[in-house]
């Protein structure tokens, strides 16, 4: 719809691509030698990436933080299957025994305490790391997934399946989005799995797709893709050998956002009730409030306070490490060469 | 521009068609419909059950009731509530309507000042501690659990220090002598605000037109003036206390909004300063030793603002669509309320209704952004 | 290009939501639903309370004091002055807190299609009735009716036979418009539910199978006929209760009405009457209604059972008078000690139900003294239970409710069929274990299908299996109750010494025939939505799985629990709860082996002749003393016989300021929202 005059430049993402631009390459010789070229290409782009990247405090920071988070979640599956009994430390079933006065604060047994059914929030902290893990990335791949290819698929061919791709996308974005996700779950009972594929669908074809596709749009005009063009490449290979690659950058981004929407939404219905999920941190808030210990003030802050602080910590963490990533991946914001 | 306007129309109609097709055979692919809640219900003998369902028109074929919800959706009649029965869906979303837009225009307003306001502070400092805390605290914030920040927001300000309501728009013991109904103050509310703000954008305009004279801080006295006027006019009124009563009622709503979405504003305007920062102009202004002030508010601020501009309709869209979260905390009846309501109790035509006026909105909003585009940036031009 | 592309695209996705949409429920249409429903089912905390369709108003108590009250005038609003400040000092505001809004003010359309437990609680008990249910004890009293009715007797009018009863009424009861409240506004009342066909609650008060018309013999005389002779639940706990609507408001109204053309086009223009100055004659008058925010009923200076006492005694005996007016006693003659004695006020001036979106808004509302009262269908939980208590110039008060949840077996299918499958199944839950430890007191145990509260219908001597015995005796008990049925393992359940856990759980257990029992599974509702009965399935789980039977609990949402035990009957068992009425013939809709085809309310199939015989006598029993006897037999057959193993109930926990308002009394089956807040007996400090 807006032309773009050519003084404008294109959104974000010109400068850095992991897999190098324009790597100039005798296409006669063998393709190990060419993967070779590509991967030190791809390792220097990286380590200076990395170097934009460390700069900035903040992104540093929040990469700490979902390093921890993860490794969070992968202790739970060790620590059940050595020094918690299943029956006391499952994070839906468990009860814990010793005591009755649930939900039980802190102890040596509990750090954080027991819901009011008797379960170990830590547990349940732990196992819904996992799971919010596995939404926001899944949901984060389906979108990217699904955004790149439209997006350089729209760009390459152009023509009909440009217009049919793009009006799709203008569709979605009208969609009033958290509406429907309500919709949605209340009347379907979604688990996280379908969940995470609807907020993957609606990121892939809608906004997301429209970024990248701008984006593929600026590298389609490169001389590499004519020469891939010219040496016989095929469409396919064109798009997913040249284009795709040099959008990966970009993607990479736009899925940091994507994992912070997927948690929150997830949160969010969670909380409503409207989820058909054993257990996330949505679920332990949402069982505090049917409680009634959500207006209890710091008497029962361990059943609020983990769980709405890891929401919180692992959203905006990787909000974080998406915005210093658009530094990287934007050259305009860096403060050197401002 | 006309034709483009015209095929924007035609696109308009077609996505809404859309929204209510999907909606529609949403709704009817999950298990159970509004029926169902009679089955279940004390007393009601078969008859009566299949009356109440031939009476809502869930007897009819699928494809018939399709065709009746589209018809009844652009003849503006969304056809009759279930869980209302037998008000119209018209009705029952109307009723509505001016609570949410009264209350998420200001919020949304709000916070867009002051994101953009920090904003271009963090831009011009960068590196500082006020970047460091406002993009920390912003995102925090931004992602913190909205309906528990909301409640505690309700329990530190209106329980603990006991300055504000408890949720809701209006207090009953000053309402129930009044002689109007809330919907015409919120009408009231929402004329004044539109003339008002007529008479600041013509007050720019001719501040524009008059060259020099119009300059400095002239313009913004005679705003400020015309804000001066609003109460005098409210007094009158009769029904300025019933206002202002509401007006209480939207502080807390509106203050934690902003804290929520303040970040996006600030941190765009901050990316958008940085690349205008680097332009020839403001570079040029610097050399010519212009004070800082200056150069950060007339030279970088002012062009920074056009992708900030298009993301406040945005923020407005994401504000109303979010409002099915933060009006149940609130107490507070609007659109969000409503479809959350009808979702929940599957009231199909209320429902449909709803998404409807939420999907209608956001077409707006986006229609209105693409027009700003071209006011705003005059290199962009629509075929 | 353009065009085309939009085209494509509007075609591609038309087909998918086609056949996205088509799919199921094109065959559920097609299904009748035959059978008739007693109870609601309990939505369950969570879920949807906010919009729990209907109530009975039958088995809701109302407001119990004698003569219902109805709205006094409107006041127009401009008589009010409107003052920028709010209520002088002297005047008594009774402020409530409600979780959603009204959806009608019209009574008409409140007992039809509108019929939520908001509507109840605002508009409920507006209107005189006949009869009524007393308050704590729920006896069946007079309240418009000067007496009890006569006996029904057989009589043949122009060659139809029909059954009748004469109520005399009591004289000087008035409308606020000046007019007396008359059998003539019964008989329009009844004529125009009957005539117009009208839908929801109206057909169990009216029934069109048993109602036939209704005659004034004099103002203060009424008589009705009955079509065929009307059983307890028909009658007297049915069209008894029906409140009366005044016939010179209303009359006009639906006389236009009636030329709407079809009948739904008829009822839909009654129910879309929005009242003005509908005349009352109780305690309170609507007067205000901000849609979305609060809404108002003002006392009704002219209320004819103001000043009234009721009086109830140990020894069962009720009396109630009002000075100058009329004495009235029954149950026994008056003396003894006095377990209740209260006199109607109102001594509110106003009632205000304020409209919070949340819970916690409303006790936070609460806590600050918004509001004096919350009423609320499900109670406070027992975080905010814990908080409230400690709260100075709060009184937290405890009642049992009028629900039930259960677990229920399928009859279709091996071994659920089995009866001594299903008493080893209840050996082994150990309902005491998890109500008191695991869920701390927020569930009663419960063994009976009518809750302890029924005073009246619930009986305490039906067989308790499993009670008091420890884990290891249930095993035991459990093992030995499947052995003497056949039942074989290829591993037994092994006990520890000390009897307090399982050792060796049981593996490959077989049915008296051989085959091995299949894997079952038990539907609940997940514990987003109700973590009591998803805790009790994931027990439940565990304990059977320790004797070797093969069960899994299967987490789910309601309306698919809903879908596949009632609408396609394809389970093994499932846990569900019921709200149910005070008059238990619900017993028969449950159980009755008629109502087991699909859709119907005995979805697990039960099918036992012995059990249709007795549900079949009480429904046509016309006799309360003789109802009695045959509902107890009822629950001691069902309780042996466990078609359900009956779970639990929540207790009601309400709150409300006791440093400003007090109650005559505050136990109440249901607790005091089940009689709306006591609006007519509540007093100010």
């Known amino acids: 719809m807006i032309e773009r005059p050519p003084n404008q430049p294109p959104p974000a993402g010109e400068g850095v691509s992991l897999f190098g631009d324009a790597p100039e390459i005798d296409l006669s010789r063998g393709r190990v030698d060419l993967t070779l070229v590509r991967l030190r290409m791809a390792w220097r782009t990286l380590r200076d990436g990395w170097a934009v990247f460390v700069e900035s405090r903040i992104g540093v920071l929040s990469l700490a933080i979902i390093a921890v988070f993860a490794l969070m979640a992968f202790s739970h599956p060790i620590l059940m299957a050595t020094v918690w009994e299943p029956d006391v430390y499952d994070p839906v079933t468990g009860y814990a025994f010793d005591r009755f006065d649930h939900p039980a604060p802190p102890n040596w047994r509990h750090p954080l305490g027991t819901d009011s059914l008797g379960r170990d929030i830590l547990s349940q902290l732990l196992f819904s790391a996992k799971s919010e893990f596995i939404l926001g990335i899944t949901a984060a791949l389906v979108t990217v997934g699904i955004a790149t290819t439209v997006g350089a698929v729209a760009a390459y061919y152009g023509g009909l399946v440009d217009s049919l791709l793009m009006r799709l996308a203008d569709l979605i974005i009208a969609l009033p989005g958290i509406s429907l996700l309500i919709v949605l779950s209340a009347l379907f009972n979604l688990n996280l799995f379908y969940l995470a594929l609807i907020i993957g669908v609606l990121g892939g074809f809608g906004g997301t797709a429209i970024i990248l596709k701008s984006q593929a749009l600026s590298i389609r005009v490169k001389p590499y893709i004519e020469a891939a063009r010219a040496a016989g490449g095929s469409h396919f290979h064109v798009i997913f050998v040249h284009i795709i690659p040099n959008l990966l950058p970009l993607s990479l981004l736009y899925m940091m956002f994507t994992v912070t929407g997927a948690i929150f939404a997830e949160a969010v219905l969670s909380f409503l009730g409207l989820l058909d999920i054993r257990m996330s941190w949505g679920i332990m808030i949402h069982t505090a409030n049917v409680g009634g210990y959500l207006l209890s003030g710091a008497n029962y802050w361990w059943l609020v306070i983990p769980a709405g602080a890891s929401i919180t910590l692992l959203c905006s963490a990787f909000y974080l490490v998406g915005r210093a990533l658009d530094e990287v991946v934007n050259p305009r914001l860096r403060r050197h060469d401002g | 521009m006309t034709s483009y306007l015209a095929r924007r129309a035609g696109q308009m109609v077609l996505t809404l068609f859309l929204i209510v097709t999907l909606t529609f055979f949403l709704v009817q692919a999950q298990p159970g419909d509004y029926a169902t809640f009679y089955s279940l219900n004390p007393d009601i003998p078969a008859e009566a059950r299949e009356q109440i369902k031939a009476s809502f028109g869930l007897d009819k074929p699928l494809w018939q009731q399709y065709l009746v919800h589209m018809k009844n959706t652009f003849t503006g009649n969304f056809g009759v509530s279930f869980g209302h029965y037998p008000r119209p869906v018209m009705e029952v979303l109307a009723e509505r309507l001016p609570r949410t837009v009264v209350l998420f225009l200001s919020a949304t307003a709000v916070s867009f000042y002051v994101g953009f306001f920090l904003g271009k502070a963090i831009a011009w400092r960068r590196g500082g501690v006020l970047e460091y805390a406002a993009t920390i605290s912003g995102a925090t914030l931004f992602t913190a659990f909205t309906p528990a920040f909301a409640l505690m927001m309700i329990w530190i300000f209106a329980f603990k220090l006991g300055w504000l309501p408890v949720g809701k728009f209006l207090d009953p013991l000053i309402w129930r002598g009044a002689e109007v109904s809330a919907n015409h103050v919120f009408s009231y509310m929402l004329a004044t605000a539109a003339v008002f703000i007529a008479f600041a954008f013509l007050t720019l305009l001719a501040a524009r037109k008059l060259g020099r004279l119009g300059t400095g801080r002239m313009p913004f006295l005679v705003i400020a003036g015309g804000a001066a006027v609003i109460p005098i006019v409210w007094a009158f009124t009769g029904v300025g206390y019933l206002a202002l009563d509401i007006l209480r009622h939207m502080i807390l709503p509106i203050a934690t909004l902003t804290l929520i979405s303040f970040a996006g504003t600030m941190l765009l305007t901050r990316n958008s300063m940085l690349e205008t920062m680097r332009e020839d102009y403001v570079m040029a202004a610097r050399a010519k030793g212009l004070p800082e002030k200056v150069v950060r508010d007339r030279h970088a601020a002012r062009n920074a603002l056009l992708p900030v501009i298009t993301s406040l309709v945005y923020s407005l869209i994401f504000a109303i669509d979010g409002s099915v979260i933060i009006e149940g905390v609130f107490s507070w009846p609007g659109t969000g309320m409503t479809l959350l309501e009808a979702v929940r109790s599957e009231d199909l035509p209320l429902v449909m209704g709803s998404m409807v006026f939420i999907g209608l909105f956001s077409l707006l909003a986006h229609v209105i952004v693409d027009v700003l585009y071209v006011y705003l940036d005059p290199r962009i031009r629509y075929q | ?685």
Not at chain 3, 151 to 178: I, M, R
Not at chain 3, 499 to 523: A, C, H, S, T, Y
Not at chain 3, 603 to 612: K, L, V, W
């Open chain 3, 1 to 685: 290009m353009r065009p085309a592309g939009w085209l494509a695209v509007c075609i591609l996705t038309l087909c998918l939501f086609a056949l996205l949409g088509c799919t199921p429920e094109v065959v559920r249409e097609e299904v009748v639903r035959e059978v008739e429903v007693v109870v609601t089912a309990t939505p369950g905390p969570g879920g949807s309370a906010q919009t729990g369709q209907t109530s009975a108003p039958v088995g809701q108590a109302p407001d119990p004091t004698p003569g219902q009250q109805a709205a006094s005038t409107t006041q127009p609003a401009a008589a009010t002055p409107a003052p920028p400040t709010t209520t002088d000092a002297t005047e008594n505001v009774y402020q409530l807190g409600i979780s959603a809004d009204l959806t009608t003010t019209n009574y008409w359309a409140y007992l039809g299609p509108d019929g939520t437990i908001w509507n109840l609680y605002v508009l409920g008990g507006g209107k005189p009735v006949l009869y009524t249910y007393s308050a704590q004890r729920f006896d069946w009293v007079p309240s418009l009716a000067a007496d009890f009715p006569t006996a029904l007797a057989e009589e043949t009018v122009g060659g139809q036979t029909f059954w009748t009863t004469e109520v005399p009424l009591k004289q000087g009861v008035k409308w606020s418009d000046g007019n007396d409240v008359t059998a003539e506004d019964f008989a329009f009342t009844a004529h125009t539910a009957a005539e117009l066909e009208l839908s929801g609650n109206w057909p169990s008060i009216v029934d069109p199978e048993f109602f036939d018309h209704a005659e004034a013999l004099d103002p203060y005389r009424l008589k009705i006929f009955f079509k065929q002779k009307p059983g307890l639940a028909r009658w007297q706990f049915g069209q008894a209760f029906m409140p009366i609507l005044s016939k010179a408001y209303w009359e006009p109204v639906v006389a236009e009405a009636k030329q709407a053309g079809e009948i739904i086009e008829q009822q839909k223009a009654l129910y879309a009457h929005v009242p003005e100055n509908e005349p009352t004659a109780g305690g309170f008058g609507f007067s205000k209604w901000e849609r979305g925010a609060f809404a108002e009923k003002e006392r009704n200076p002219d209320y004819y059972f103001a000043d009234s006492t009721v009086t109830q005694y140990a020894s069962g005996a009720y009396a109630e008078s009002k000075p100058g007016a009329y004495e009235f006693a029954a149950y026994g003659a008056p003396g003894g000690d006095k377990t209740l004695e209260y006199t109607t006020g109102p001594y509110a001036d106003s009632a205000i139900y304020s409209i919070y979106g949340s819970q916690d808004a409303t006790v936070l509302a609460l806590k600050k003294g918004d509001i004096d009262f919350m009423l609320n269908p499900l109670g406070l939980s027992r975080g905010l239970q814990e908080q409230l208590e400690g709260e100075d110039g709060l009184t937290v008060i405890e009642n049992p409710s009028t629900g039930v949840r259960y677990l229920g077996f399928n009859f279709r299918r091996e071994p659920m069929d089995n009866k001594a499958f299903r008493q080893a199944v209840a050996t082994l839950i150990d309902k005491e274990f998890l109500t008191s430890t695991v869920l701390q007191g927020v569930a009663i145990p419960m063994y009976t299908m009518v809750p302890e509260g029924n005073v009246a219908w619930y009986n305490a001597d039906v067989p308790l299996i499993g009670q008091g015995l420890s884990r290891g005796e249930r095993i035991a008990q459990a093992v030995q109750m499947l052995k003497d049925a056949g039942f074989t393992w290829e591993t037994e359940p092994r006990i520890s010494e000390d009897g307090r856990f399982v050792e060796q759980p049981g593996e490959g257990l077989k049915m008296p025939n051989g085959e091995p029992v299949p894997e079952m599974d038990i539907l609940a509702p997940s514990p987003g939505y109700d973590p009591l009965r998803s805790t009790f399935a994931i027990w439940i789980e565990r304990w059977l799985n320790e004797v070797g039977i093969p069960v899994r609990a299967d987490l789910t949402g309601f309306n698919l629990i809903v879908e596949k035990v009632f609408d396609q009957q394809d389970f093994d068992m499932w846990i569900l709860g019921w709200r149910l009425t005070l008059y238990p013939d619900y017993l028969e809709a449950f159980f009755h082996s008629r109502h087991a085809g699909l859709e119907g309310h005995n979805a697990g199939g039960y099918n036992n002749p012995e059990f249709d015989r007795l549900a079949d006598q009480l429904l046509a029993e016309t006799d309360v003393e003789t109802a009695r006897q045959q509902v107890f037999e009822m629950q001691a057959f069902l309780a042996d016989d466990l078609p359900y193993v009956v779970l639990f109930d929540t207790p009601l926990v309400e709150a409300y300021r006791s440093d400003r308002i007090t109650y005559p009394y505050t136990d109440s089956l249901g607790g005091l929202q089940n009689a709306s807040g006591l609006t007519t007996l509540v007093q100010f400090k």
